[in-house]
Nanobody, 123 residues
């Protein structure tokens, strides 16, 4: 069974870099054709796609966040990581990692989700 677990700091100060890690079990992140995504949900708002990393290691980002976002992976630990720089209170959200069987541009189908981790940006 595929399981994803997010880990992160919980509270980040404005202008700092947020770093989140997703640990995957039950499926290799290098297995053919799957992508691994980050999605967030600000309080009172809908889901927002952040970006994803493909099984090949290539990464794609939401155009609105691209200048501040980096997604990488550690294949030895079966983990992938989100870094979001220069955070502001508008980056406060529940952050989810997920497995995407198919992505085309900025549209991904999702079949497994992590439980999510709350990130608050505040001084």
């Amino acid at each position: 069974q595929v399981q994803l677990q997010e880990s992160g700091p919980g509270l980040v100060k404005p202008s700092q870099t947020l770093s989140l890690t997703c640990t995957v079990s039950g499926h290799s992140i290098t297995a053919d054709y799957y992508s691994w995504a980050w999605i967030r949900q600000p309080p009172g708002k809908g889901l927002e796609w952040v970006g994803y990393i493909v099984y090949t290691g290539s990464a794609y980002y939401s155009p609105s966040l691209e200048s501040r976002t980096s997604i990488s992976r550690d294949t030895s630990k079966n983990q992938f990581t989100l870094q979001l720089s220069s955070v502001t209170p508008e980056d406060t959200a529940m952050y989810f990692c997920a497995r995407a069987p198919h992505c085309s541009g900025s549209i991904c189908s999702i079949d497994y989700w992590g439980q999510g981790t709350q990130i608050t940006v505040s001084s």
